[in-house]
C-alpha cells in the first residue's frame, strides 16, 4: 500500500483497531463504510482484554466476522496495515494503553474517547506524539472523519444524520472545533452551505488535548482537495492566537471562516465555565469577543454571530466557484428489529409458549409474576433437607431451597435448555428424553456457575483477600469472575429475581459475610460497567454458603465439601427439570409439528 502524503490522516483504505468492544461504534462505523461504499470495512480488528474469538457484524446486507485480541501487541501483528487506534478504555487505563499506542511502529494516529485523563498524562502523550510525527485525537472526543473515507467511531451520530449531512461523499471543506456536540452540528451547516465536508476533528474540550486546533488547520491547509477551512473555537486559552499566527507566516493561506463562542460570557459578571475545561476566559485577551476581533483583524472571515455562520460559509464557498458533484444518496439497509417495530414487515414466529414470558420486568409462570408466587406461598417441603444433606434444616434454611426452585423453575422458552426440550418433543420423542436433552446443556455457561461463585468468593474470604485483590488477582489470570455479569440487566435495570434471593437472606440468615464481600466486590466490577452485576447464579450460591456456613446444621469442612461435589448446581439442575417437563407438555398438548430452524437465521459462511 503506497505511504499517504503527511496532511492525509485517512482515505478510504485506513483501518483502525479499535480497543475495548464497543459494539454499536463498531457498527455505525460499518454502516457509514457501507454508505461511502468502501471495499473492505474500516474496522481490521477489536482488542478485547477480556476474550479473544470473532465479533459478528453487518457490513451492508452481508455479516462479516472482526478477529478480536486480547493485547494490542498480537493486533498489530496480526493487521500491520491497520494505522489507526481508536481507544475506548476507560479513564483510568487511557493512558497507559494510549502511551502503548503511540510507541508501537505500526499506529501513526490515536483516538482517545475517555474523559477525566489527568491533564498531565494527556500532556505526556501530546509530547511523545510529536517526537514520534504522530496524531491524537482527544482526549474526551467524539472522534473525527474524512467523508467518502473513514469515521472514528460515534463522530457524526447516526446514519440518517450522516446522509442528511451528505458525508458519504467527498467535498472541499476542512473543519475543526473542541466541541464534539457541535461538530455534527457543523457538519450539517456546512452541507447546507456548500459541496459538503472534506474532514473534520473535535478535539476534545480538555484545557491541554492531545492536538491543536491550528495544527489539524496547518495539515488541512497543505491538501490540494481542501479549499476552504472552518474552525469553531470557544472562550478561554490562546489557541485562537496560534491560529492568527500562522495566518501571518502564511502556513495557512486558504480562505478561513472562524467564529469563537461563549461572546455571551461578557454579560456575567464574574467568570464563567461553559462545560469544557479551557472553556473559561482567565483574562480579556482570553475571550471570545478579543479573539474574534483579532481573527477579523488577522484576514479571517468572521461571522457577526453564530446566526450567520452559516451564510458566512456559502458566501466564501461560492466566491470560489467550486461545482458540486451530485451524488446519490446511499441506501442503507435496515435491522429486522428496526423494521419491525416501525411496523414495515412481518415475521413469523418459530416458537409457541404458553407456560412462561421472560420478556417484562420479571419472568411470569402461566400469566403469574415470579414475586406474587412467592408471595402466596407457592412451595416444596424439606425433602431435598432430607434426601441431600441428611439433615433437618431450620425451617428459614428449608424455605430458602424453595425458593431458589421457584426463581430457577423456568425462564422462558429461548434459554438453550428449555429450547433443546421443545424441539426433542417437536421430534416425537418422550418425555425422558426431551427432558435429558435439555438437563444436558446445563454447565459453565448455563446454570453452572453456583458452584463455581461459591468456591472463589468463599476461597478469597477465606484466604483475606481484599474485595480489590480479589478483583485485581481474577484480572491477572484473565479470568472471568463466575457469578459477576448481566447480558441485560445493569446496576439501573436490576434483576428482580437477585434482589428477592438478597432480600430473604438479609432477612433470616444470622449473618451474611459471604453476600456482604461479595456486594463489596459488585462495587468494584460495576464501575467499570454497569452491567457488570451480582447475577442470579452467583447470588444463590453465595447465600447457599451463608446459609450453610451459618445456620449451626453444617461445619465449615462440611460447607465446602458440599460446594465441591456440586450440591449447589444441583439445585438449579432440579429447579430448571420443572420447567422443561412443563415445556413438553406443553408443546405435546399444542400438537406441534417437527421443528426445523430457518435458513434466515443462520449465517453461512
Known amino acids: 500500500m503506497a505511504k499517504k502524503p503527511d496532511y492525509i490522516l485517512f482515505d478510504k483504505d485506513t483501518q483502525a483497531i479499535v480497543y475495548n468492544y464497543q459494539q454499536n461504534a463498531i457498527q455505525r462505523m460499518l454502516d457509514f463504510d457501507h454508505a461511502c461504499e468502501r471495499k473492505t470495512p474500516s474496522v481490521a480488528c477489536i482488542v478485547n482484554p477480556s476474550r479473544d474469538g470473532i465479533h459478528k457484524a453487518f457490513f451492508g446486507t452481508s455479516e462479516i466476522l472482526i478477529p478480536m485480541y486480547r493485547t494490542l501487541e498480537e493486533a498489530t501483528k496480526k493487521h500491520p496495515q491497520a494505522d489507526v487506534m481508536i481507544n475506548f478504555a476507560s479513564f483510568r487505563s487511557s493512558y497507559a494503553t494510549s502511551m502503548e499506542a503511540l510507541l508501537n511502529d505500526n499506529i501513526r494516529t490515536v483516538g482517545i474517547i475517555a474523559e477525566g485523563i ?170 471570545a469577543n478579543a479573539k474574534n476581533e483579532a481573527l477579523k483583524e488577522a484576514g479571517a472571515i468572521v461571522p457577526e454571530s453564530f446566526d450567520d455562520f452559516g451564510e458566512k460559509i456559502h458566501k466564501t464557498w461560492k466566491k470560489l466557484g467550486i461545482n458540486e458533484t451530485e451524488v446519490a444518496k446511499p441506501k442503507v439497509a435496515m435491522d429486522i428489529k428496526a423494521a419491525m417495530a416501525q411496523g414495515l414487515v412481518r ?128 484480572k491477572k489470570k484473565g479470568s472471568n469472575i463466575q457469578g459477576i455479569g448481566h447480558r441485560i440487566k445493569s446496576v ?49 450460591g453465595i447465600c447457599f454458603v451463608d446459609m450453610m456456613r451459618s445456620c449451626g446444621a453444617f461445619t465449615t469442612d462440611e460447607a465446602n465439601e458440599y460446594v465441591k461435589i456440586g450440591a449447589l448446581n444441583g439445585l438449579f439442575v432440579l429447579a430448571r427439570a420443572i420447567g422443561f417437563t412443563g415445556h413438553y407438555l406443553d408443546q405435546k398438548r399444542l400438537q406441534q409439528p417437527l421443528y426445523r430452524h430457518p435458513w434466515d437465521d443462520i449465517a453461512f459462511m
Open 118 to 287: 489527568p491533564e498531565r498524562r494527556t500532556r505526556e502523550l501530546a509530547e511523545v506524539a510529536r517526537q514520534k510525527n504522530k496524531w491524537i485525537i482527544g482526549p474526551a472526543t467524539v472522534g473525527g472523519m474524512v467523508a467518502g473515507a473513514f469515521k472514528i467511531g460515534n463522530t457524526a451520530g447516526t446514519i440518517d444524520n450522516i446522509i442528511d449531512s451528505k458525508l458519504y461523499k467527498q467535498g472541499s471543506v476542512g473543519f475543526v472545533s473542541k466541541s464534539g456536540g457541535m461538530s455534527n452540528e457543523m457538519y450539517n451547516i456546512i452541507a447546507r452551505n456548500t459541496d459538503g465536508l472534506y474532514e473534520g476533528h473535535a478535539i476534545g474540550g480538555d484545557r491541554y488535548p492531545g492536538s491543536t486546533l491550528v495544527a489539524h488547520l496547518v495539515r488541512m491547509n497543505k491538501n490540494p482537495d481542501i479549499k476552504i477551512l472552518v474552525c469553531l473555537g470557544e472562550v478561554g486559552g490562546e489557541d485562537e492566537y496560534q491560529i492568527i499566527d500562522a495566518m501571518k507566516k502564511g502556513e495557512i493561506n486558504k480562505p478561513i471562516v472562524c467564529w469563537v463562542t461563549g461572546t455571551c460570557a461578557g454579560m456575567f459578571s464574574s467568570g464563567v465555565q461553559f462545560g469544557h475545561a479551557g472553556a473559561r476566559a482567565d483574562s480579556n485577551r482570553e475571550t
Open 492 to 540: 439501573q435495570n436490576p434483576d428482580i429475581r437477585v434482589t428477592i434471593i438478597k432480600e430473604f437472606a438479609k432477612k433470616h440468615f444470622p449473618n451474611c459475610d459471604l453476600l456482604d464481600y461479595a456486594l463489596e466486590v459488585e462495587k468494584i466490577t460495576t464501575s467499570k460497567r454497569n452491567n457488570l452485576i451480582l447475577n442470579v447464579d452467583g447470588c444463590i
Open 347 to 474: 415475521k413469523p414466529s418459530n416458537f409457541i409458549c404458553t407456560i412462561s414470558d421472560d420478556r417484562g420486568e420479571e419472568v411470569t409462570y402461566n400469566n403469574m409474576p415470579l414475586s406474587e408466587i412467592i408471595n402466596e406461598g407457592f412451595g416444596i417441603g424439606g425433602v431435598i433437607s432430607m434426601l441431600w444433606f441428611r439433615k433437618k434444616l431450620p425451617d428459614y434454611c428449608m424455605r430458602f431451597i424453595e425458593l431458589i426452585l421457584m426463581v430457577c423453575a423456568d425462564h422462558g422458552p429461548a434459554v438453550s435448555g428449555a429450547h433443546n426440550s421443545i424441539v426433542t418433543a417437536r421430534a416425537g420423542k418422550d418425555l425422558i428424553s426431551s427432558l435429558v436433552s435439555g438437563l444436558l446443556t446445563i454447565g459453565p455457561r448455563f446454570g453452572g456457575a453456583l458452584d463455581g461463585a461459591a468456591q472463589s468468593f468463599s476461597e478469597a474470604m477465606d484466604n483475606k483477600l481484599t474485595p480489590f485483590e480479589f478483583v485485581t488477582s481474577m
